[in-house]
């Protein structure tokens, strides 16, 4: 081989949080679903849609998604990003599902943070949420690891190496190449944490586990206006500085995968997952009203 893929691996790996919902490993962190705990002022949270079973365009209650005690995560984020004390909260729109790749899904997800915990009190369910969408209350534990990237994110670090056209000697040598990231990126996150669960994807932090591509990118376009659902109508300009920058300035803040609990079942699209991105200057200026949520599915 011509490059060091498990040295490239390493060089970009992340802290990350595993999250095991309604598991036994790691320290109990949070909640799925079940009425979030907010200040007496709080405002649930809307975003004007219509959705595959209605067709009126009009304000809907997210649903409450988790929480998390940051106080319990604070000894588990080894690089210090997530606010040490209080409880940060997730919230979704699932009627419509959006997908996050137009400006026209801003509002679609919502993340709070609530820097006191005293001052909390479970909230009421809005009377026009339908009971589809009040998730059970379900405990959520977290461990931590090291994560690497999937080779969507890795290219857009290496684009010159992870090309075809990098390897010369022929299509072989861009098929071994294949193989060996993947196998390098296996043997890492197997080393670090050999008993994890192959088909649980939650998590905080790190590296998404993406299906489809790198999203780094698309959060980028979208937060200038772009419409990421027709990228032969952005400037070549604005994808090539995207790509450029995107992977350092945006950070995967959670990843929520299907959820499943005796007979109850959450799906994101066709076997999907939702992933809330933030900026890494919005993160440490606790700017949470920026995140941008993506789905991806099958």
């Known amino acids: 081989m011509k490059f060091d893929i498990t040295a490239a691996l390493q060089k970009m790996s992340r802290n990350g949080l595993r999250l095991d919902i309604s598991g036994k490993n790691g320290a109990a962190a949070g909640r799925f679903g079940g009425l979030p705990d907010v200040p007496a002022d709080f405002v649930w949270p809307v975003f ?12 809907r209650p997210l649903s409450f998604l988790a929480q998390f005690d940051c106080t319990v995560l604070a000894p588990l984020d080894t690089e210090g990003l997530l606010p040490a ?7 979704y729109e699932l009627g419509s599902q959006a997908w996050g790749f137009s400006p026209e899904n801003a509002g679609c997800a919502r993340v709070y943070w609530f820097p006191d915990k005293t001052v909390l009190s479970p909230a009421v ?22 994560q690497y990237p999937d080779f969507q994110d890795f290219s857009i670090a290496f684009p010159d190496v992870a090309h075809p056209a990098y390897w010369d000697e022929s299509q072989d040598g861009w098929d071994v190449f294949c193989e060996e990231f993947e196998k390098s990126r296996e043997e890492l996150q197997k080393r670090e944490m050999p008993d994890a669960e192959a088909a649980s994807f939650h998590r905080l932090l790190g590296w ?15 937060s200038r206006g772009h419409d990421c659902g027709s990228w032969k109508n952005i400037p070549e300009k604005d994808v090539s500085e995207a790509e450029q920058n995107s992977l350092q300035d945006w950070q995967l803040l959670f990843q929520l995968d299907s959820v499943e609990y005796r007979d109850f079942c959450l799906d994101f699209g066709d076997c999907g997952s939702i992933y809330f991105y933030i900026r890494r200057e919005d993160l440490t200026a606790r700017r949470f009203d920026r995140i941008w949520l993506v789905l991806q599915c099958y």
Do not use: H, W
Request: aromatic letters at 8%; proline letters at 11%.
């Open 85 to 91: 004390e209080g409880v940060l909260s997730f919230f």
């Open 208 to 222: 998404p586990d993406i299906i489809q591509n790198n999203m780094t990118c698309s959060c980028e376009l979208v």
């Open 48 to 59: 004007e849609t219509d959705t595959f079973d209605d067709p009126e365009k009009k304000p």
């Open 125 to 146: 369910f809005p009377q026009d949420l339908e009971e589809d969408y009040r998730l059970p209350p379900l405990e959520i534990r977290a461990r931590r690891e090291t």
